[in-house]
């Protein structure tokens, strides 16, 4: 089984640098998309859902701003978009794809970046969310979340931790968070099973040249439940042409998802 995750800063965009081009080629159970920055009816289903794909969309209401997607080979037995708490999911934050006993969902986390209000607000999110993982992480299911964490978790996880210490993505109380989220033995970055080498980025500043430099953050996870710690087979980030600010997030897994009988045609993405 094979997952891709990215996020496409702006889906649109992604699209017109030939992101569904290289998609198709890959092979992926299930790709998810954060920051689709578009609504449903701007998106030409022929462009915007592939075919061979059954596709989902979750739009924020604010125009031209975050949203999530996820596309799969197979249809899954439910669709949940939105964690269940009105002021995220006005924004698009979340979208959940069930496949029997396996939840495979996209998320994009809040950033901080803009300013000390959106830092509350990513704050008072992480204090939500970490409760929810320990819930759903008891509930017996197989969990794989993908998606733009907006974290970087370690010093070997960004070029210039040094300078970065008192910015958003990676303040200390961030770092921490997630340290308490691995620490609990219920969720693992899947990446780092397989991979331990530095510089390995998923986003880069537009900025300074940041990406021919390869001055980069990895805050693009694929976080699973200790269920699917043995099934991690492989991992990559996908680099060779650039789609977006971020880089694909590929991994495969030793986990059957089941066939679909019916090919997934060309359809319109389900409201």
């Not at 002021?87 to 809040?110: C, H, T």
């Amino acid at each position: 089984m094979r997952i891709i995750t990215l996020n496409a800063n702006g889906i649109r965009s992604a699209e017109s640098k030939g992101f569904f081009k290289w998609m198709l080629l890959q092979n992926a159970d299930i790709i998810c998309i954060q920051e689709t920055k578009a609504q449903l009816y701007q998106l030409k289903p022929e462009l915007f859902c592939p075919t061979g794909y059954y596709c989902f969309y979750h739009d924020a209401e604010k125009k031209g701003y975050s949203g999530v997607a996820l596309f799969s080979k197979k249809q899954p037995d439910k669709i949940i978009r939105g964690i269940g708490w009105p002021d995220i999911d006005a924004e698009g934050r979340f979208i959940e794809a069930q496949f029997g006993k396996l939840s495979v969902i996209s998320l994009y986390l809040p950033s901080g970046t803009s300013g000390a209000d959106r830092q509350q607000i990513k704050f008072k999110f992480m204090d939500r969310f970490l409760p929810y993982l320990q819930e759903c992480a008891q509930s017996g299911r197989d969990y794989i979340i993908c998606g733009d964490w907006n974290i970087a978790h370690k010093e070997i996880d960004l070029k210039n931790w040094r300078g970065n210490q008192k910015n958003s993505g990676f303040l200390p109380e961030e770092r921490v968070w997630l340290t308490q989220l691995f620490a609990s033995n219920h969720w693992l970055d899947a990446f780092r099973l397989l991979n331990q080498e530095a510089e390995q980025y998923t986003w880069w500043s537009n900025r300074g040249q940041a990406w021919k430099k390869n001055v980069g953050w990895r805050i693009d996870y694929q976080i699973i439940s200790a269920s699917l710690k043995d099934k991690v087979s492989a991992v990559s980030i996908y680099k060779d042409e650039r789609f977006s600010d971020h880089a694909p997030l590929i991994m495969d897994y030793d986990y059957e998802l089941g066939s679909n009988a019916d090919n997934a045609s060309a359809k319109v993405p389900e409201l």
